[in-house]
């Protein structure tokens, strides 16, 4: 080691290590911007600025009031107002459900390149610490859950899925039959459902137009006068275990 620097650290020895991050003109503005990930355009929204839309977006004491509990008056000390005039409840911003700003308010929490796409929890505890709306975790969750960047570069830790296990074949003709429902059909004659029942050997087929608010009990009247008075008794049904099937009608 040169002698000169016997002492010294290493960033006083090689000035070349002295490098800033931000300039003096950079530095204020990066202290309080937030980056948002947006897949058309990268958009940076000011704090301050953020702030602004929140309050002019907040309605009245009284009408919030109401939306956060029925119980509760504006006089309640659970609300307050911040030194920014921002209304809050129990200390926590009140955000309203109004032009995508609790999406900024997200994206600014788990998105931002100090953020660090952090999972549903510690996403929850950075947004509420500052920042409150009816059913925040539940929005977390949802936003975390679809986050493009954390599917893609974040391990599962669920236990692998198993392996699909093929039905065996049939018998005999009608031994099994699948059931199930085509939905959301345009309106005829009253019926807005079909009923799909498929004898799994032959692949033979019976459509029955139904309705959206059939029951487990009509379900098995429709069950007997089509399949049971033709083909008798199956020994296997296989079906997605709806309300219809689980109910009454086994």
Known sequence: MHPKVKNKGSSEADPQNHHPIFSSKQLPIAAKATCLDDETSNQVLDLTTLHQKIKSATLSRLEYAKLMDPLSSPTDQRWSTNAEGLLCWESHILVPKANELRLH????????????????????????????????????????????????????????YGLLKQLPIPPQPWDSISMDFIEQLPQSNSHTEILVIVDRLTKQVIFIPTHQSIDALELANLFIQHVFSKHGVPSHVTSDRGSEFVSRFF
Request: hydrophobic share 35%; with cysteine.
């Open 105 to 160: 308010v997200l994206r600014a929490r788990h998105n931002h390149v100090l953020a660090g796409h952090f999972g549903q929890t510690r996403t929850f505890q950075s947004v509420h610490k500052d920042y409150f709306w009816l059913k925040l975790k539940e929005f977390i969750m949802d936003y975390v859950r679809s986050c493009n960047t954390c599917m893609r570069n974040k391990a599962r830790r669920h236990w692998p």
